[in-house]
């Protein structure tokens, strides 16, 4: 079946601007996880949805960054006054609420780039 | 600090010969260990987990991975490499607690298999 798809695979934008990032999980996972990833780095946890409900956003950065997932299903996160710190691939991940140890399955990731 | 460590940048192989990819961890408790694979200009893929019992856990595409408990290691491992396992490995740890979701990741490995 499809994986998790994220759009856009690219964005550029100018420091100070706004973006929003989509991420589609695989049907039927109740679980969203968003994390960034820097040059060089591993991923690092931003937040993690239980359904519609933001369960654990202790990794977002600061008030800047939002994230909302209205219906249970696709995630938005939004980003306000970009700074180039920001730019990195920003990553999705869905896993299946019921599973003893969830297995997180991640999608492509968006490239942020903020000039 | 709860961390994961990779303590190489980069491990060399020659095809068919067996490789090693190190893990090390310090967290608190009895947490639960990943293997992910990214190849370039892809998602992370999921190769194995360990939640409890076995130390040796077999997952995805020949790989196989050792869980040390006195040592804290999760050394990832396959008994005969190929070119197409050329990658860059990440190892990621999650605490056993309550509604914890995060995953902790190291710096990754990237591996080169020579032909």
Same mark, same amino acid.
Do not use: M
């Given at each position: $079946?499809? $994986?998790?798809?994220?759009?856009?695979?690219?964005?550029?934008?100018?420091?100070?601007?706004?973006?929003?990032?989509?991420? &589609?999980? !695989?049907?039927?996972?109740?679980?969203?996880?968003?994390?960034?990833?820097?040059?060089?780095?591993?991923?690092? /946890?931003? !937040? *993690? /949805?239980?359904?519609?409900?933001?369960? &654990? &956003?202790? $990794? @977002?950065?600061? &008030?800047?960054? /939002?994230?909302?997932?209205?219906?249970?299903?696709?995630?938005?996160?939004? !980003?306000?006054?970009?700074?180039?710190?920001?730019?990195?691939? *920003? @990553?999705?991940?869905?896993?299946?609420?019921?599973?003893?140890?969830?297995?997180? *399955? /991640? $999608?492509?990731?968006?490239? @942020?780039?903020?000039? | 600090?709860?961390?994961?460590?990779?303590?190489?940048?980069?491990?060399?192989?020659?095809? +068919?010969?067996?490789?090693?990819?190190?893990?090390?961890? #310090?967290?608190?408790?009895?947490?639960?260990?990943?293997?992910?694979?990214?190849?370039?200009?892809?998602?992370?893929?999921?190769?194995?987990?360990?939640?409890? +019992?076995?130390?040796?856990?077999?997952?995805?595409?020949?790989?196989?991975?050792?869980?040390?408990? #006195?040592?804290? #290691?999760?050394?990832?491992?396959?008994?005969?490499?190929?070119?197409?396992?050329?990658?860059?490995?990440?190892?990621?740890?999650?605490?056993?607690?309550?509604?914890?979701?995060?995953?902790?990741? +190291?710096? +990754?490995?990237?591996?080169?298999?020579?032909?």
């Amino acid at each position: $079946g499809a $994986g998790v798809s994220q759009t856009p695979s690219n964005k550029v934008t100018e420091k100070g601007k706004y973006v929003e990032l989509r991420c &589609d999980p !695989i049907s039927g996972h109740t679980a969203l996880y968003w994390y960034r990833q820097s040059l060089g780095q591993g991923p690092e /946890f931003l !937040i *993690y /949805f239980q359904g519609t409900g933001a369960a &654990d &956003d202790s $990794g @977002l950065p600061n &008030d800047r960054f /939002f994230a909302v997932r209205p219906e249970g299903s696709v995630s938005t996160l939004k !980003i306000q006054r970009t700074e180039r710190g920001d730019s990195a691939v *920003y @990553l999705c991940a869905s896993s299946l609420t019921g599973d003893r140890v969830e297995t997180q *399955y /991640f $999608g492509p990731g968006t490239r @942020l780039l903020v000039l | 600090a709860q961390s994961v460590a990779q303590p190489e940048d980069q491990v060399n192989v020659a095809e +068919g010969n067996p490789l090693t990819v190190k893990c090390t961890y #310090s967290v608190s408790g009895n947490p639960y260990l990943f293997w992910y694979v990214q190849y370039p200009n892809r998602g992370l893929q999921f190769l194995l987990k360990y939640i409890t +019992g076995d130390n040796l856990v077999k997952g995805s595409y020949g790989f196989e991975a050792e869980f040390n408990k #006195s040592q804290t #290691s999760f050394h990832l491992k396959k008994p005969s490499a190929l070119v197409s396992d050329s990658a860059l490995y990440f190892c990621a740890v999650r605490l056993n607690a309550g509604n914890n979701r995060k995953l902790i990741w +190291g710096l +990754g490995t990237s591996l080169a298999v020579n032909p």
